[in-house]
């Protein structure tokens, strides 16, 4: 980078922009399970939606069921601690599959 | 090693910096070690903010930062009070930190270290010894009430006379293995982070650093939102880690995203132009356990010790400190499986000498000292928040220039300190807060 570019505003970013900067070996198979049966009686305020700092869980227009995009996984283990109705069955990706950071 | 069942002297679970001291260490003394990787390589999962504490490391590798890709030694630590528009700082610069053994406080970027220590722990292993990456431990293997190995997603079982646990924050085996119960959200703190790039001679010029001179910026207050937590940003060569860390139970009651509070923090004024120009090269997230002395696992069985952020071992105050105790933790787990070897005896009461060792050392005494740390911040959010803020305006309004008389403004700014704040109430909290956080 020269000195020019280093002098300019940052640019924003948005979480896709951010994501994208992450390396991942992609898995076949999803390492987060959801029960829809206990999330039907949710009593976090559905925080996995909101505390997600790879926004894995989302819910589409229309659905009822919380959509897991595993693949965007950071492997942080956040929303299995937030969902104290347990109904994240959080476990660790197949061996050298999902995040590899480059840096750390 | 046995050939037809794969049997170790020990297993480490994890490739991070506490299981590879524990490997390192029993590597010293001939045995027969195998650590287990979930990731492509050791380092390749591994996050934190940034600053590496390496007093063990140093004994363990004298003189480890002549070749080790270190970043940046730190020779300043400043500690700064955000509130939405203004900044009161604390620097602590000296030249005392600028020579070997440089405080033994590195910048680091974990993929490139961790990757490295484990080159370094593999070059003094025996022809039974290996680090297997991409491997996945999926379960403990118990005979009775010990554990005598482990089950993996690839090959078949692998079995040792001990376990190390070295998993990390998320620590399933763990959890499988009897040894903690899945935490509770104010237990665990969780930290995003981006890795920003900038020139050298910009970083050099923009922090008043030369040559490999680091900085470690801590900042509290607005920077998370008033949350228990904080900021930070680090310099690293040609880059700054850039990130916030709070507590789970905070970003629950908010009702916030981390990333969002990493953005606001990004777009404070006295933080924006830290950063102008730079490009983030990589985001990233963590978690950070918290849960402290009063909760700690039980950290042995029969068969295997916990060690590092596995076992909780982070020093919850200003210092940021878990690097160290980690490394700490896992040498001495790597001596006790020494011990428990000559003794040909690896049950919990041979291990519990392990426990032992942490208690006379830095890493129960400082857990022992911070145990009411996180939980005074948590009970009384004024400790951080109302009443530095209160303070800060003070400031702003004494340093305001008018036409009146510093006598006038001096008694303005006093007397409405007295009215802003119940006075007895804040100091009778800032000196428990210096009780539990000092």
Redesign the interface.
């Known amino acids: 980078?020269?000195?020019e570019?280093?002098?300019?505003?940052?640019?924003?970013?948005t979480?896709e922009?951010?994501?994208f900067?992450?390396k991942y070996?992609a898995a076949k198979e999803t390492h987060i399970k959801v029960d829809n049966e206990i999330c039907k009686k949710c009593t976090?305020?559905r925080?996995c939606l909101?505390?997600?700092?790879?926004?894995v869980y989302e819910l589409e227009e229309g659905h009822t069921e919380v959509h897991v995009s595993f693949e965007n996984c950071?492997?942080?283990?956040?929303c299995?601690?937030?969902c104290?109705d347990?109904a994240i069955d959080?476990?660790?990706?197949?061996?050298?599959m999902?995040?590899?950071?480059?840096?750390? | 090693m046995d050939e037809e069942t794969l049997k170790f002297d020990a297993i480490v679970v994890g490739g991070g910096p506490s299981g590879m001291c524990a490997a390192y260490t029993m590597a010293k003394a001939g045995m027969d070690v195998a650590v287990i990787e979930?990731?492509?390589y050791p380092?390749?999962?591994?996050?934190?903010g940034g600053i590496l504490f390496t007093t063990i490391l140093n004994k363990l590798i004298p003189n480890f930062w002549e070749e080790a890709p270190v970043e940046r030694n730190v020779i300043s630590r400043k500690f700064s009070y955000l509130t939405e528009d203004s900044q009161l700082a604390v620097e602590l610069k000296t030249e005392q930190y600028n020579k070997p053994p440089y405080n033994n406080t590195f910048t680091v970027?974990?993929?490139?270290?961790?990757r490295w220590f484990s080159e370094k722990t593999e070059s003094i292993f025996n022809e039974n010894s290996f680090v297997f990456?991409?491997?996945?431990v999926?379960d403990v293997i118990k005979e009775g009430h010990k554990i005598v190995g482990v089950v993996?997603?690839?090959e078949g079982p692998m079995y040792a006379d001990v376990i190390i646990c070295a998993e990390g924050?998320?620590s399933?085996l763990a959890e499988k293995a009897g040894l903690k119960k899945?935490?509770?959200?104010h237990?665990?703190v969780?930290g995003?982070k981006?890795?920003?790039?900038?020139?050298p001679?910009?970083i050099n010029d923009r922090f008043a650093l030369a040559g490999n001179e680091g900085v470690a910026i801590e900042f509290f207050g607005k920077a998370v939102e008033g949350m228990v937590g904080g900021a930070f940003i680090y310099t690293n060569k040609e880059?700054l880690s850039v990130g916030i860390s709070c507590s789970?139970v905070d970003?629950?009651h908010k009702?916030?995203?981390?990333?969002e509070v990493l953005?606001k923090f990004?777009e404070h004024p006295s933080v924006?132009n830290l950063?102008?120009?730079?490009?983030?090269?990589?985001?990233?997230?963590?978690?950070i356990p918290e849960f402290g002395y009063d909760k700690l696992p039980d950290l042995v069985s029969h068969g295997i010790m916990l060690v590092g952020d596995s076992a909780g071992f982070v020093n919850t105050s200003h210092y940021h400190e878990g690097s160290n105790l980690a490394m700490a933790s896992g040498v001495m787990a790597g001596e006790t499986a020494i011990i428990a070897k000559q003794k040909g005896d690896f049950s919990a009461e041979t291990l519990s000498l392990y426990k032992e060792k942490l208690e006379n050392s830095f890493v129960m005494k400082d857990m022992k000292n911070f145990r009411r740390a996180a939980k005074f911040l948590h009970a009384n959010p004024q400790v951080l928040n109302d009443y530095p803020t209160t303070m800060v305006q003070s400031m702003v309004d004494y340093f305001t220039i008018s036409e009146r008389s510093k006598v006038e403004i001096r008694k303005d700014v006093i007397g409405g300190l007295i009215m802003d704040v119940k006075f007895i109430k804040m100091m009778w909290d800032m000196n428990k807060a210096r009780k539990v956080l000092l």
């Open positions: 980078m020269n000195i570019e280093a002098l300019k505003e940052p640019k924003k970013l979480l922009d951010k994501l900067t992450v070996n976090t305020n925080i909101t505390i997600c700092p790879a926004k950071l492997e942080c283990g956040t299995r601690v937030a104290t347990n959080w476990r660790c990706p197949q061996g050298g999902g995040v590899c950071y480059r840096f750390g | 979930r990731g492509e380092g390749s999962k591994n996050l934190f970027l974990r993929s490139k270290f961790d990456s991409g491997f996945t999926i993996t997603d690839k924050a998320n399933l899945k935490p509770e959200p237990d665990m969780t995003v981006e890795v920003i790039a900038l020139p001679e910009i880059s789970i970003f629950t009702n916030i995203n981390p990333n953005d990004k924006k950063l102008r120009g730079g490009e983030t090269i990589e985001y990233s997230a963590h978690m």
